[in-house]
C-alpha cells in the first residue's frame, strides 16, 4: 500500500483494562522528546477535542487513556509501563499517576505481543510502573502461549464474566510524594468558603483526598450525572480538590491545580454502606457492601471505582484515625477483603495488614482482581501537519 507523505504510520493496541479503555503503543514508536511525543499522542487521540471525533479516543475520560510499554528498566521487572491521561479540552497528557483499571491490561498485552514468556497455566509479570518507580505484579491465567479471556469473574461496571487477574500493589505506597500520609496526619482540616472539611490525604497507587458525602450535602448514593450536572457542587468539589493539592506541595497556588495536575489526586466522596440500587440510587437489598464511594478524576465523578483508588482505600481503611477506617463498620474491619460500592457495583480489595504496633501498618498484601484483553492490534495514521 502507497503511503501519503502526509502521515505518520503508528501501530498501537486498543486494550480493556478492568472498567477503562487504553491506547497501547510500544515505546520505541514514539518520539524521544517529551514535547514530541505529547503531540503525537494527543494526534492519535484527536485530543483537545471533547467528542475526539477526529482520533482514537472514546470521548470519555475512562477511554482516552494511554499505556506506552517497553523494555523493562529495572532489573527486577519484566516491563515498563507508563501511564497517561489523556486531557479533552486542553492539550495535556497527564503523566502524574497510575490507572489501576488499565495497569490490568499490560501483563495480557506483554504475553499477547510475546514480550514476556507464557508460562501455563499461570504467568507471573512484574511491571515497572515507571510514572511513580514502583513494582505492580500481576499473575494472568495462560493457555495456549495466550492470556485467557473466558472465565467465571465478574467486576462491576464490565459486561459478562472474563479470566481473572490478580494485580499486587503492595509495593505501591508514598509513589507521588514519598509518604503514605502525605501531611503526617490521618485527617487534616481544610477551610473553604469559611467552612472546615476532614479530609484524609492518603498516597498510594494514587494520591486520594477523601471527605465525609455529608460534608456537601450528598448522600454518597448520587449517581455520576446527578453530580456532574450540578455546576455549583462540582465547582466546590474541585476548589476542595485544589485546596489540598496546595497543602500537599503540589502546586504553590491552589488556583493552579486545574491545570497542572487534573488527574491526581481523586476526591473521594465516602459514605457508610447502604441498601441501594447502584443506577438509580434506590435503596435495595445491598448487604455485602463495606464503604460506598463517589470519585472525582480530571474533574468529574467518574461511573466506577479507580484500581489506583482501590488500592489506596485498602491502605486507608487500615490507618486508625482515616475517614476510611472510621467509616468502616467493626466487622468490616475485621475482614481482610473489603468490598467497596461505586456506581456501577462493586470492587473488592484484599487488605491484609503485616503489623500495626506501629505509627502507619505495615502492608502483607493489597491487591484487587481485574479482567482484560487485547481488542485490536493495528495501523492508525496521525497527520504531520498537527505534529
Not at 98 to 113: D, K
Not at 293 to 309: D, E, H, N, Q, Y
Amino acid at each position: 500500500m502507497s503511503m501519503s507523505n502526509e502521515i505518520v504510520p503508528v501501530r498501537c493496541s486498543i486494550v480493556r483494562g478492568g472498567t477503562s479503555k487504553a491506547i497501547f503503543l510500544m515505546n520505541n514508536q514514539l518520539p524521544a522528546d517529551p514535547k514530541a511525543r505529547e503531540k503525537m499522542i494527543l494526534a492519535i487521540f484527536g485530543s483537545p477535542s471533547l467528542r475526539q471525533l477526529d482520533g482514537l479516543g472514546g470521548a470519555d475520560i475512562t477511554t482516552s487513556k494511554v499505556a506506552i510499554i517497553g523494555p523493562p528498566t529495572r532489573p527486577d521487572a519484566d516491563i515498563d509501563y507508563t501511564f497517561g491521561q489523556v486531557s479533552m479540552d486542553v492539550p495535556f497528557v497527564d503523566f502524574g499517576g497510575n490507572c489501576g483499571n488499565i495497569s490490568s491490561g499490560v501483563a495480557p498485552f506483554a504475553i499477547h505481543h510475546g514480550l514476556v514468556n507464557a508460562v501455563e497455566p499461570e504467568t507471573t509479570v512484574r511491571i515497572h510502573m515507571t510514572n511513580t518507580d514502583n513494582i505492580l505484579v500481576a499473575k494472568v491465567q495462560v493457555k495456549d502461549g495466550e492470556p485467557c479471556v473466558d472465565g467465571d469473574c465478574e467486576i462491576g461496571g464490565v459486561p459478562g464474566t472474563a479470566s481473572p487477574i490478580e494485580m499486587d500493589w503492595s509495593d505501591v505506597r508514598g509513589s507521588a510524594t514519598g509518604k503514605l500520609l502525605p501531611t503526617g496526619n490521618a485527617q487534616d482540616e481544610i477551610e473553604m468558603d469559611g467552612k472546615k472539611f476532614s479530609v484524609s490525604i492518603v498516597d498510594a497507587g494514587n494520591i486520594c483526598v477523601y471527605v465525609k458525602a455529608s460534608d456537601f450535602g450528598l448522600t454518597g448514593y448520587e449517581t455520576p450525572a446527578q453530580i456532574n450536572g450540578d455546576k455549583e457542587l462540582s465547582a466546590r468539589l474541585e476548589h476542595l480538590r485544589a485546596l489540598a493539592c496546595q497543602k500537599i506541595g503540589l502546586v504553590e497556588r491552589w488556583e493552579d491545580a486545574r491545570l497542572v495536575t487534573p488527574y491526581q489526586p481523586f476526591l473521594v466522596l465516602v459514605a457508610p454502606p447502604a441498601d441501594y440500587d447502584t443506577y438509580t440510587g434506590q435503596h435495595v437489598a445491598k448487604a455485602d457492601t463495606d464503604i460506598v464511594v463517589r470519585c472525582s478524576v480530571m474533574l468529574s465523578i467518574v461511573k466506577a471505582f479507580p484500581g489506583t483508588g482501590t488500592c489506596c482505600t485498602g491502605n486507608a481503611a487500615r490507618i486508625k484515625g482515616s475517614l476510611v477506617y472510621e467509616m468502616l463498620s467493626p466487622e468490616s474491619r475485621a475482614k481482610e477483603v473489603l468490598s467497596i460500592g461505586h456506581p456501577t457495583g462493586t470492587i473488592q480489595v484484599t487488605s491484609i495488614v503485616e503489623d500495626d504496633s506501629g505509627q502507619l501498618p505495615k502492608m502483607k498484601k493489597v491487591s484487587f482482581i481485574r479482567t482484560a484483553r487485547v481488542l485490536m492490534d493495528g495501523t492508525t495514521y496521525v497527520r504531520k501537519s498537527v505534529l
